[in-house]
């Protein structure tokens, strides 16, 4: 039932739409549409939050072994002692990392990703580098867990190789689709497979390490071919080139930070102890996947993956364990996509809501999640995949720039809220950038954890920047500030458009003192006279205007007009070159030139519409071409009359 309320003096009518979408093959693909007030039923707890936020960090322990013994392969098989020492220096960074991340989700219950923190803390122009960086880091993040799984799969079977980038590209959309579901029901979908992959990892490498304690574990057997040898020896350069690879590892920990919103309350602590577990589960299975590859010979290879030569290790063969720990392994790099479809679209959407990305991009679709910026990652993502031929190797060193790029950030800008947190007095509150900040009583312990965690970031940023820029890394270099460039005409055009239309300067309702209509004519119809009709509702100033290409039809259209055209003048201009819009755009051009102060000029069109779309093949989009046409006149109003055939 509609409401009435009073609002300052006026009476404002309420009524809430009881329309339902109908049932077609959107409800059928992606679900039933959700109302508005679903929004806190779609909430997801633990467990299923982890699956959903950390999917992309776990699976990264199918691949971060491979990169660090890629790397010391180029010595030789002597140098892959240094694989476990690189592995635990990564596992510390991520304990750092973890606990910055943790102080990040208390201190931003809403949702505390970098960019946020940056823009809150830091100001404008860092957070649109931190959001530059993480919506690279995330369309990397699927194109390289995907084609990760693509390469687990051609492990186990070497005949679908050459298909690897339609492969590639097919998952890519079939988890577009899975995400459009909403967040609740397709965090349920990727559950199964998440914790299929926890139980067959954590099953293998404890087989693979009682083996080892047993004294039986064996060395690869028919190892795959591996990387030739370019160097003579160990370098501190190649030690950090390892490093950095295998820094890989640590994408998707920030994800949490992003998606606190996504969680049941108290929301701050179920994400907090997510993160731990999250940590604590990848850091276990990384140095256990390395510390096995190394005792038992494994060689990094494009054909066969560390995890496929451990697993059939670990099995003595390629029996169903074995294939069960190549699907499982398939799926979690495939299920990995789904932290960056959790994360792309929220922060495009507060980007786009902050006037740095395209407005339609905060739309939630039918599922009440941000449907346009699925899409848009999907279509990016399979693009990137058939750039690079779904090759893992040549898309990694794009990967990590951005994402220590961010951490950087939002570490800096907690720092920062620490220090100024730190110098109010109990119960003041300060204003920084837009953020309210509160006194706090431990913000020098605070402040130290970020700040290390902010150099150490950093530090592993350059790391990463010297080591991997002639293998691509520049490309991301060159490509972040062209992103903030984007962000920055985009947020230009917005401002200036609100400048435009801002009713402060404006002096009152307009007046419009007389309105000139011109009605385009082709011939003497129905169509023609309903048109006609609509245009006496508007002003008894109409011209008809006829475009004559055929002397003979002119005439015959000027007779049928004197009977039909209720005395209404016609205009007929000769087309001798047979033309169609030129005469008429100069006709309106010269009427535009002498129109009066406060006049508007109304083009009215009539145009038919036909009971099967197909069917405007068969017809000339004139009123449509007319439109496009005259859309960027001033002063000038089209106007369409449809006209049916029953």
């Not at 679908?160 to 998952?171: C, D, S, T």
């Not at 699925?374 to 040549?394: C, P, T």
Request: hydrophobic share 50%; glycine share 8%.
């Amino acid at each position: 039932m509609p409401t009435l309320e009073k609002e300052s003096g006026t009476t404002v009518l309420r009524r809430t739409a009881e329309y339902q979408p109908p049932h077609s093959w959107r409800t059928w693909l992606i679900g039933r549409p959700l109302r508005t007030a679903d929004a806190p039923e779609q909430a997801i707890g633990k467990t299923v939050g982890l699956a959903v936020f950390a999917s992309d960090a776990l699976s990264s322990t199918a691949y971060a072994t491979d990169e660090i013994l890629f790397v010391l392969a180029a010595v030789g098989a002597a140098a892959f002692v240094y694989a476990l020492p690189i592995s635990l220096a990564i596992v510390v960074l991520l304990a750092i990392v973890t606990l910055s991340y943790l102080q990040t989700i208390h201190a931003y219950p809403g949702g505390g990703g970098a960019y946020i923190v940056a823009r809150d803390n830091l100001g404008k122009l860092p957070a649109q580098i931190a959001g530059a960086s993480l919506l690279t880091d995330y369309i990397l993040t699927v194109a390289v867990s995907v084609a990760s799984g693509v390469a687990q799969l051609a492990s186990a079977y070497p005949s679908l190789f050459p298909y690897r980038v339609p492969l590639a590209i097919g998952m890519v959309l079939i988890m577009m689709i899975v995400n459009l579901r909403g967040v609740k029901e397709s965090g349920t979908i990727l559950a199964i497979p998440s914790y299929f992959f926890l139980a067959m990892m954590l099953l293998t490498v404890g087989s693979g390490l009682s083996q080892y304690l047993m004294g039986s574990l064996h060395t690869v057997v028919n190892p795959p071919p591996g990387r030739e040898h370019i160097a003579q020896s160990i370098s501190l350069f190649l030690i950090l080139h390892a490093f950095s690879n295998g820094t890989t590892a640590l994408t998707g920990v920030e994800a949490i930070s992003n998606g606190v919103p996504a969680f049941k309350e108290p929301r701050s602590r179920n994400a907090g102890i997510t993160l731990i577990w999250m940590s604590a589960i990848l850091g276990a299975l990384f140095l256990g996947v390395t510390f096995l590859a190394g005792k038992m010979g494994a060689t990094p290879s494009e054909t066969e993956t560390v995890i496929s030569q451990l697993a059939r290790t670990a099995y003595e063969g390629r029996g169903l364990l074995y294939l069960a720990v190549i699907a499982a392994t398939t799926l979690i790099l495939i299920m990995a996509a789904n932290t960056a479809y959790a994360g792309f679209p929220r922060l495009s959407a507060l980007l786009a809501a902050d006037g740095f990305l395209p407005r339609p991009l905060t739309y939630r679709g039918s599922r009440l999640v941000y449907s346009r910026g699925i899409v848009a990652l999907a279509l990016i993502a399979s693009l990137l995949i058939w750039l690079f031929q779904a090759s893992v190797n040549a898309l990694i060193p794009l990967y990590a720039i951005g994402v220590f790029l961010s951490f950087t950030l939002a570490q800096a800008g907690m720092a920062h809220r620490w220090w100024k947190a730190g110098h109010l007095a109990p119960g003041q509150e300060a204003q920084e950038h837009g953020s309210v900040v509160r006194h706090e009583p431990r913000w020098v312990a605070k402040m130290a954890i970020n700040g290390f965690g902010a150099l150490c970031t950093a530090g592993v940023m350059l790391i990463f920047t010297v080591t991997k820029l002639q293998d691509g890394a520049w490309i991301v270099i060159i490509l972040i500030p062209i992103l903030v460039a984007l962000f920055t005409a985009i947020h230009r055009h917005y401002r200036d458009l609100a400048a435009h239309l801002s009713l402060e300067q404006y002096g009152g309702p307009p007046r419009i003192s007389r309105q000139r209509v011109i009605l385009a004519v082709s011939g003497v119809h129905r169509g023609t006279l309903a048109a006609l009709r609509y245009a006496r509702t508007l002003s008894n100033d109409i011209t008809a205007v006829h475009i004559c290409t055929d002397p003979v039809e002119a005439e015959t259209l000027n007779r049928k007009w004197e009977s039909w055209g209720d005395g209404i003048r016609l205009v007929v201009l000769d087309s001798p070159y047979r033309l169609f819009l030129e005469p008429l755009l100069g006709y309106i051009e010269e009427i535009a030139v002498r129109r009066q102060p406060n006049e508007i000029i109304t083009i009215i069109v009539p145009q038919f519409v036909p009971r099967h779309w197909w069917h405007n093949l068969l017809h000339t989009q004139t009123a449509m071409l007319l439109r496009v046409m005259l859309l960027f006149k001033p002063g000038i109003v089209i106007t369409d009359v449809p006209y049916q055939i029953e």
